[in-house]
């Protein structure tokens, strides 16, 4: 069974760093593309970014570039999400999802993990 | 940046009836569109990929149709499981820029 696993809720102060994770089973994680999307009420669902865990390719939304770092480590199938220098607007909840490619070459999120609330707040 | 809009924001409905929610992208995207559907406090599920193609175990209650720049999801018969949000997302080509509208609201 496919499944993905997130780190639990955090509590933040802005400025400080954070890394969540999302540790996935019970597939090759090595060759599956892991989504990160920020979900926040305002915003609805965001795009951003995903990272390839067989070469650590990664691809940043223009609008979380610079915002975020997105990486990986094969050796426990785990995928992270970085921040250096938190804001009260990162304040969200953060899913990854992994990226399944169709025959017909179109691509979906096909499960996700349960989702990690960030609060940012002094 | 391809934009993604859905109508209505807000449904309400009941069980039994037939509802449709629609998608529009600013420019042609083919048929890379996918639907999901969110309860509160949970995940997203993938219902529909590639604007018509049921992901396995939804019912076939949901249909998706739709080319280019319009698209839709149709429940010919809601039940009471159908609550939550709805959104689409485009996958079309850039892999840094996949967006989802910004979602529809179903209340039973």
């Known amino acids: 069974e496919v499944q993905l696993v997130q780190s639990g809720a955090e509590v933040k102060k802005p400025g400080e760093s954070l890394k969540i994770s999302c540790e996935g089973s019970g597939y090759n994680f090595a060759k599956y593309w892991i989504g990160w999307v920020r979900q926040t009420p305002e915003k609805g669902l965001e795009w951003m970014g995903l990272i390839f865990p067989g070469d650590s390719d990664t691809r940043y939304s223009p609008a979380f570039e610079g915002r975020v770092t997105i990486s990986a480590d094969i050796s426990i199938s785990t995928v992270y999400l970085h921040w250096n220098n938190l804001k009260a607007s990162d304040t969200a909840t953060f899913f990854c999802a992994r990226r399944e490619i169709g025959a017909s070459g179109h691509d979906s999120l096909d499960f996700w993990g349960q989702g990690t609330m960030v609060i940012v707040s002094s | 940046d391809i934009q993604m809009t859905q109508s209505p924001s807000s449904l309400s409905a009941s069980v039994g009836d037939r509802v449709t929610i629609t998608c529009r992208a600013t420019?042609?995207?083919?048929?890379?569109l996918n639907w999901y559907h969110q309860k509160p406090g949970k995940a997203p599920k993938l219902l529909i990929y590639a604007t018509s193609k049921l992901q396995s175990g939804v019912p076939a209650r949901f249909s998706g149709s739709g080319f280019g720049t319009d698209f839709n999801i149709t429940v010919s018969s809601l039940q009471p499981e159908d609550f939550g949000s709805y959104f689409c997302?485009?996958?079309?080509?850039?892999?840094?820029?996949?967006?989802f509208g910004q979602g529809t609201r179903l209340t039973i």
């Open positions: 420019q042609s995207i083919s048929t890379h």
């Open positions: 997302q485009q996958t079309y080509r850039d892999l840094s820029l996949h967006t």
